[in-house]
Antibody, heavy 121, light 107 residues
Framework: QVQLQQSGPGLVKPSQTLSLTCAIS??????????WNWIRQSPSRGLEWLGR?????????DYAVSVRSRLTINPDTSKNHFSLQLNSVTPDDTAVYYC???????????WGQGTLVTVSS | SYELTQPLSVSVALGQTARITCGGN??????VHWYQQKPGQAPVLVIY???NRPSGIPERFSGSNSGNTATLTISRAQAGDEADYYC??????????FGGGTKLTVL
C-alpha cells in the first residue's frame, strides 16, 4: 500500500519561499513507472496541478506555466521523498497543497493528506 | 490552453442515477479521469481512462466519453456519494487539466 506523508509549515510570509516535503512509503521516488506530483487547491483556482518529478534512466521535471519561474520540485533518493519549493509567494498562493502519485497513465491514484499553507504577514 | 467545463451542482434523489458531465473540445480523443472529494479530505480516484474503476470503487460508478462530453454516472445514489466530483485529462501543451468540479447533492 502506497502512502504519502506531507510535512512543512502552514504559514509563510509574502515574498518568502514555501517549502513542503512528501515522504513516500510503499513505492520508490526512483520508480521507472511513477511520477511524483504537487497539486494545490483553493476556492479561487480549484484544483491546480503544479508540477512533477520522475525518473526514466535520468531525472525529469515538468512544471505548470503559471508557476514555472518560481517552482522547483526535487527528489531525494536517500530519504525516498520529494519536495516542493515555491519562491516569492503572495497571498494568491494560499491553498491546500497535495502531493500525489501518477502511475504512468496521467492520473493520480495516491494522494498525501494535504497541507493548508497560508501566505500572510 | 485546454479547458474542462463541469456544472456547478447536480442533485439526485436517493437511489436514483446521477450523471455529471465534463465538457471539452474533442474530449472523446482523450483519457478522462474522475475524482471524488469529500470535505476536508484529499480527492479519491473513482474512474480512470474513461470507464475503469480502481480497486475498491463500487460498480455503481461508471464513466463514458465521446465527442465533446465525458460523463460520470453514479447508479443507485447513496447519501455517502455526496461530494465534489472533478474530471481530469492530460493535455500535451498544458499537462494536467482539472475541471472546476461539481457538487453532488443526494436528496
Amino acid at each position: 500500500q502506497v502512502q504519502l506523508q506531507q510535512s512543512g509549515p502552514g504559514l509563510v510570509k509574502p515574498s518568502q519561499t514555501l517549502s513542503l516535503t512528501c515522504a513516500i512509503s510503499g513505492d520508490s521516488v526512483s520508480s521507472n513507472s511513477a511520477a511524483w506530483n504537487w497539486i494545490r487547491q483553493s476556492p479561487s483556482r480549484g484544483l491546480e496541478w503544479l508540477g512533477r518529478t520522475y525518473y526514466r534512466s535520468t531525472w525529469y521535471n515538468d512544471y505548470a506555466v503559471s508557476v514555472r519561474s518560481r517552482l522547483t520540485i526535487n527528489p531525494d533518493t536517500s530519504k525516498n521523498h520529494f519536495s516542493l519549493q515555491l519562491n516569492s509567494v503572495t497571498p494568491d498562493d494560499t491553498a491546500v497543497y497535495y502531493c500525489a502519485r501518477d502511475y504512468g497513465i496521467a492520473n493520480f491514484d495516491y494522494w498525501g493528506q494535504g497541507t493548508l499553507v497560508t501566505v500572510s504577514s | 490552453s485546454y479547458e474542462l467545463t463541469q456544472p456547478l451542482s447536480v442533485s439526485v434523489a436517493l437511489g436514483q442515477t446521477a450523471r455529471i458531465t465534463c465538457g471539452g473540445n474533442n474530449i472523446g480523443s482523450k483519457n478522462v479521469h474522475w475524482y471524488q472529494q469529500k470535505p476536508g479530505q484529499a480527492p479519491v480516484l473513482v474512474i480512470y481512462n474513461n470507464n475503469n474503476r480502481p480497486s475498491g470503487i463500487p460498480e455503481r460508478f461508471s464513466g463514458s466519453n465521446s465527442g465533446n462530453t465525458a460523463t460520470l454516472t453514479i447508479s443507485r445514489a447513496q447519501a455517502g456519494d455526496e461530494a465534489d466530483y472533478y474530471c481530469q485529462v492530460w493535455d500535451s501543451s498544458t499537462y494536467v487539466v482539472f475541471g472546476g468540479g461539481t457538487k453532488l447533492t443526494v436528496l
